[in-house]
């Protein structure tokens, strides 16, 4: 009998974000599963083939650069095999990420993650990072305030 979507889902982020138990992937995460990156952009929603050995590369990725990034769960919606998951994942930027130096500030990163359950396995996901917030925290990008100002400055 096949592990219910929710708790799939939840092993997801508990086991392997929060306990970095990556054995836990070739569990619940099918060879064949595809990872859509959401996007606000004119171009195709970018999609990659993403099997246990490539998330397991993600996520260490991620905790190269933030070690103690933890993610909690805001809320979870299931229907039938899909589930919606609102997630902050909040941790350290000790090291390099995407060519970024370390900056040593905490960020919080909202997500809304989808995932399709099949035969208690991830075969399918579709993410939506708040990119904005994150680089504005990181210093990439100026705050909304800034930006703001900056526009109004340039029309007078």
């Known amino acids: ?3 219910d979507p929710t708790d799939v889902v939840e092993r997801f982020f508990t086991e392997v974000w929060n306990r970095r138990d990556f054995a836990a992937l070739d569990e619940i995460v099918d060879q064949t599963c595809v990872t859509h990156q959401v996007r606000s952009a004119s171009e195709p929603i970018s999609t990659a083939a993403r099997g246990p050995q490539a998330l397991r590369q993600h996520i260490e990725a ?29 941790g350290t930027h000790r090291a390099a990420w995407q ?9 919080t990163i909202r997500t809304v993650a989808q995932h399709r359950i099949e035969d208690g396995r991830i075969v399918e996901d579709w993410v939506m990072v708040e990119t904005l917030g994150f680089y504005q925290q990181l210093g990439l990008i100026p705050s909304m305030q800034e930006l703001l100002s900056e526009r109004a400055a340039k029309k007078t």
């Open 1 to 3: 009998m096949s592990m």
């Open 99 to 107: 060519g970024v130096p370390p900056t040593g500030r905490e960020i």
């Open 62 to 90: 991620w905790l190269a650069a933030f070690p103690d990034i933890r993610v909690t769960t805001d809320l979870r919606c299931a229907c039938g095999n899909d589930v919606i998951s609102w997630v902050t994942m909040r």
